[in-house]
């Protein structure tokens, strides 16, 4: 299964600033997926990145608040813009290899907003 | 919204089998039913996957019922390290992401 290495594992940051998320992955994927994990709860998708197009957004979720880049098969970033308090979760990325069933999770980036 | 049903937590003593269930009422002929499990403060692990057939490995067994409307994980000798919430996801495998539900919390104790 493939590798996923998350930056940074953990921030704390001011409110009103903005933090970029990184996601890289060992081998080359189609489908790169980012979850948000509120204090206590289930996880929730964020976005769907496809690289070459735009990210797709579930409900609830914005680009302007949560811009998504994927520059290539191997590396995606997500940004949380202007954030708040509420904002403090785990973001994680899960990575669907070509050809796998199963889809493969990142340890997660824990972000506190202060 | 989530399309399985699962406890919201189940205990069970180390050593002994751990069995937890997953209601999929509304599944669809080409999803298959998935288990990840989340330890504390990590990211999402891959349990096992099925379609129609029970499965195992070396982590669990899958039992699915013949309607495939539910079905059950079992861990047969459960240890302090399979403290968990274990959630059950249906899916299509090609191109979807998972949609988690609430999971089942599993404590484990000796």
């Known amino acids: 299964s493939a590798v996923i290495s998350q930056k940074p594992s953990r921030d704390i940051c001011q409110r009103g600033t903005s933090l970029t998320i990184q996601c890289q992955v060992d081998?080359?994927?189609?489908?790169m997926f980012w979850y948000r994990q509120q204090p206590g709860q289930s996880l929730t998708l964020i976005a769907t990145?496809?690289?070459?197009?735009?990210?797709?957004?579930e409900s609830g979720f914005v680009i302007d608040k949560f811009p998504i880049s994927r520059p290539n098969l191997t590396f995606s970033t997500l940004t949380v813009s202007n954030m708040s308090p509420e904002d403090s979760s785990i973001y994680l990325c899960?990575?669907?290899?070509?050809?796998?069933?199963?889809?493969?999770f990142g340890a997660g980036s824990r972000l506190t907003v202060l | 919204d989530a399309k399985t049903t699962q406890p919201p937590s189940m205990d069970c003593a180390e050593g002994r089998a751990a069995n937890l269930p997953c209601n999929h009422s509304?599944?669809?002929?080409?999803?298959?039913v998935y288990w990840y499990r989340q330890i504390h403060s990590q990211g999402p692990q891959y349990i096992i996957h099925?379609?129609?057939n029970n499965e195992t490995n070396e982590m669990a067994s899958l039992i699915i019922t013949e309607d495939r409307k539910s079905s059950t994980l079992i861990l047969p000798h459960a240890t302090l390290r399979d403290t968990a919430v274990y959630y059950c996801?249906?899916?299509?495998?090609?191109?979807?992401?998972?949609?988690f539900g609430k999971g089942t919390t599993l404590s484990v104790s000796s």
């Open positions: 899960s990575v669907a290899p070509s050809g796998a069933n199963v889809l493969t």
């Open positions: 081998s080359q994927v189609t489908m």
């Open positions: 509304t599944i669809s002929g080409n999803e298959y």
């Open positions: 099925g379609l129609k």
């Open positions: 990145a496809n690289q070459g197009s735009e990210a797709t957004y």
């Open positions: 996801i249906v899916r299509v495998p090609a191109g979807t992401a998972l949609i």
